[in-house]
């Protein structure tokens, strides 16, 4: 069985209830999630040993959170016990016209205080095959920008594959910052992933002539966009996720892929979303998760992660909680969403 390792914060998520807006509200659903570990959840599914290291406070609110993770199959052993509180973040589901919000609580958090040499990278690496980062977990603060490297460096030199989803967050830092500290790290990075606007903030790398808020996008245009990234960075490979935004309802989701000089078009699925948090981490779950495969080509690959990470939209919080059976059928064509009796 392959075996993944994922590094990041997971945090405490406080969702309003039947779409009410923050004002509105006086009560909110509790589950948690974020985005390295929305990987490792998704993983687990697929049935590869996933492990998820980052740190949490030694209390009672911290247990939950590892309880919860737990359920779904992924080892949380490397996890440390450490700071005094989980990061939280609060979601207003939006609707129609109407978009959803996002409100951060995590300054001071247990991953944000961490600080390189308190893993023990070699020992967690042992006998893995992979290792997955985002770009969240360096901007939540120096320190932890600085125990991501080194978790991606020493992946890199165990002969581990290394992806990245750039996941920029302008809530947490400046394209100038992003670029600063992501741009170093790309030479431990062998797949890299994200969508438009993070290829532009943390790295540098526009779609000239791209408008994702008109709602509609021409994927021939990232063509420049990917070789450019292979050439700066020297990835082996590259994946662009599209979304086109009707409203807060309804979107249309695929994605492109780049391996081995050529570049596939995935599929694009209409998506009713039942909760859009966590698509993009459900699409790099499918990317690894094809690459461990043997002799599955590139676009079985990337058919694999577009249909996975449109059925994540299908589920209320972070996880995406599909098999591979379930995607596989998705991907070949049975969309229709049927009842299975």
Not at 151 to 171: C, F, I
């Amino acid at each position: 069985m392959a075996k993944v390792v994922t590094f990041g914060e997971i945090m405490l998520r406080l969702a309003t209830q039947r779409r009410e807006r923050f004002t509105q509200a006086r009560e909110f659903e509790v589950t948690y999630g974020g985005g390295e570990c929305n990987v490792a959840v998704s993983l687990a599914h697929f049935g590869v040993d996933a492990t998820f290291v980052t740190a949490i406070p030694d209390n009672d609110i911290g247990q939950a959170c590892v309880n919860f993770v737990r359920q779904f199959g992924v080892d949380t052993s490397e996890i440390l016990r450490q700071g005094s509180r989980l990061g939280v973040y609060f979601l207003e589901n939006g609707a129609a016209m109407r978009a959803s919000k996002v409100v951060y609580d995590r300054a001071h958090s247990a991953i944000a205080e961490i600080k390189p040499g308190e893993v023990d990278w070699e020992r967690v690496f042992k006998g893995k095959d992979w290792f997955h980062f985002t770009g969240i977990t360096p901007a939540i603060s120096k320190s932890a920008a600085a125990a991501c490297e080194e978790a991606a460096k020493a992946a890199s030199e165990l002969g581990l594959t290394v992806s990245a989803d750039m996941n920029y967050r302008r809530n947490l830092w400046t394209p100038a910052e992003a670029q600063a500290t992501m741009i170093p790290m790309m030479k431990y990075v062998d797949v890299s992933i994200g969508n438009e606007e993070d290829a532009e903030k943390c790295l540098g790398v526009s779609a000239e002539g791209v408008d994702v808020t008109t709602g509609e996008i021409d994927a021939e245009a990232y063509r420049p966009v990917v070789q450019e990234l292979v050439d700066k960075y020297g990835f082996k490979k590259v994946g662009i996720t599209l979304r086109e935004s009707q409203s807060a309802d309804d979107n249309d989701w695929s994605a492109i892929y780049y391996d081995d000089g050529d570049i596939f078009m995935g599929r694009k699925y209409a998506v009713r979303i039942v909760d859009r948090v966590g698509g993009g981490d459900a699409f790099s779950a499918g990317v690894i998760y094809g690459n461990l495969q043997d002799g599955w080509s590139p676009q079985q690959v990337l058919d694999f992660a577009v249909a996975a990470s449109a059925m994540a939209h299908t589920f209320h919080g972070d996880f995406n909680l599909v098999t591979v059976k379930e995607v596989m059928a998705v991907a070949g064509g049975d969309v229709t969403g049927r009842v299975q009796r």
